[in-house]
């Protein structure tokens, strides 16, 4: 059996403010792992450029978002000094990885991607292929690193099992070279998703059976990390709920999607579970769960906005994160990536 020392990666891309979703979702368990961990978390610049010039907005706009998402991920509580932050059009190897991939990844199994499907709506002939592909870019950023642990939001499941299957057709096709090279029997491993926690999937403040997204015209349906603590707590007492109280106890939240949104956020919020929440607050109203949920998310949030801020005045500081993180991740990536050109038969020089 072969097997892999254990190493963390995860991305989100510069498209927009980060928001709530991605913060419940996917960063706290980022912010655990990178102290129990070997950690790489990236600004996925090369994913955010998959829609058309006129959705991502151009160089400018994607330059700025770049150094925005940083600042946020230190803001956020990631360290530079314990995880290894980078944006991921530095490290060239995740591009020619992905080629590799596109080579062994079947169409069949693109197609079945249901996050394209919805992306690119019904006028799919006018979708970048790069929109298309995207899943088996997301393979290479994982397997560059041999990563065996990628901590994601709900949203992100089908993919995973997709750089899962890429990794498992890649050691099966190459299963004699990869011995001969002396990897033992599987030079990738089979990465398992980090899905966890009490807010996997955030959705709508608007409406709770669509997940909370940067792209959502509404400003109101999601709370960003910059937001100020009027607009924080502004948006949650407007949040679409019905007309009953809180139940005691989960089931009760079966068929309420707002209901249920609200009290995962307050759970993730207060690193508590439901069951927690509802026996603090099951049985009164609405309103005033809502009232401390409001406190609690100002609480918690409105600091980022101020740090991301601070470390936005020093530009030079979060470029110098990028580019020390960019050096250990080349210097990781590269040996892989001649591994896997030995392993296929290109020659090397
Ligand atoms: N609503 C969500 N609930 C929980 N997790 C979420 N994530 C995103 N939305 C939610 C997780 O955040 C990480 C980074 O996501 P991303 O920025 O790479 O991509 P995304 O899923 O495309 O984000 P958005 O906000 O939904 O953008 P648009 O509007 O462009 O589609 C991932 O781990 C993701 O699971």
Redesign the pocket.
Known sequence: MSTFSPRVL????P??NL?L??Y???MLNWIRMQETHETLYCV?DL?AITQAVSVWGGPEVLRKAILDVTAAYIACGLDPRKSIIFNQSQVAEHAELAWVFNCVARLGWLDRMTQFKE?AGKDKERASVGLYDYPVLMAADILIYKATHVP?????KQHLELTRDIAQKFNLDFAESIAAQGHGEAFFPITDPVIQGP?????SLRDGTK??????PSDLSRINLTDSADDIAKKIRKAKTDADGLPPEAAGLKGRPEAENLVGIYAALSGTSVDAVLAQFGGGQFSAFKNALADLAVLKLAPIAGEMNRLLADPGYVQGVLKDGSERARAIAQPVMRDVRKIMGFVVS
């Open positions: 995860s991305g989100m891309q498209t927009g928001h979703g991605n419940l979702g996917a996925v994913h992306k994601v939001g709900e949203d992100q807010a996997t999937r955030v959705m997940k909370m997204s940067k792209s959502d």
